[in-house]
């Protein structure tokens, strides 16, 4: 089963707006990563956060973890036509080193 | 600098037929990771390759091998194919084998359809 779950699975929101997507695990981890996905194609790396980091930035993009919760944030600012895609997170768990995706939020940056 | 290179883009196979498909990584690369992603789902890792042997392998039956060769590139092979292997394969490189923590970067995929 897969470890990471998205939230939400689906978001729209106009150009200009700051779009938030939320990513819950269940078990320890060795770092997170955030990926981007154009329409069933590659995926492309965005961001890694490791376990003992808090928060990351990246030009529009800022991303959290709180291993307390089990939870991750990723948020775009001033999002653009061109975020529109998949987007995941990925956890790269403790005790066997192994990578399991979430499902995605697919997100729709409306004109 | 060449990316990671697919091929082929997409393949169609009938129920118990065999299929290879192949990757070249990233030039630099020395590591090679296979995910299945099906339509609507996140990428499963299936296995990576680093040294030319199989490190690491994640919940996939024996009908799916692979091989890494001296030039780092590598192949999937999956044997007796079901419906359910239809999917979207993606090919992964990164530096230095390290398990799954490094960062990966990913081909654009061979579309499976299994009929």
């Known amino acids: 089963s897969q470890q990471g779950e998205e939230d939400p699975q689906a978001l729209s929101i106009q150009e200009g707006e700051n779009a938030t997507m939320n990513c819950s695990y269940k078990t320890s981890i060795n770092n997170l990563q955030w990926y981007r996905q154009n329409s069933g194609r590659g995926l492309v790396h965005l961001i890694l956060?490791?376990?003992?980091?808090r928060e990351k930035h990246s030009g529009r993009l800022r991303v959290t973890l709180d291993t307390s919760k089990k939870s991750s944030s990723l948020l775009i600012t001033a999002s653009r036509a061109a975020d529109t895609a998949s987007y995941f997170c990925a956890t790269v768990r403790n005790r066997d080193d192994k990578i399991i995706f979430g499902k995605g939020t697919r997100l729709h940056i409306l004109p | 600098d060449a990316g990671v290179t697919q091929s082929p883009t997409h393949l169609i196979k009938t129920r118990g037929q065999q299929v290879t498909l192949r990757c070249s990584p990233k030039?630099?690369?020395?590591?090679v990771s296979w995910y299945q992603q099906a339509l609507g789902q996140g990428p499963q890792f299936i296995f990576q390759?680093?040294?030319?042997?199989?490190?690491q392998r994640g919940n996939f039956p024996d009908r799916f091998s692979g091989h890494q060769f001296p030039n780092y590139s590598s192949e999937l092979n999956v044997n007796a194919l079901l419906l359910g292997d239809s999917a979207l394969y993606l090919c992964a490189s990164s530096l230095g084998g390290g398990g799954a923590g490094n960062i990966q970067y990913f081909g654009a995929g061979t579309r499976l359809s299994v009929l």
């Open positions: 390759y680093y040294e030319e042997e199989e490190r």
């Open positions: 956060i490791r376990s003992n980091e």
């Open positions: 030039s630099g690369h020395d590591t």
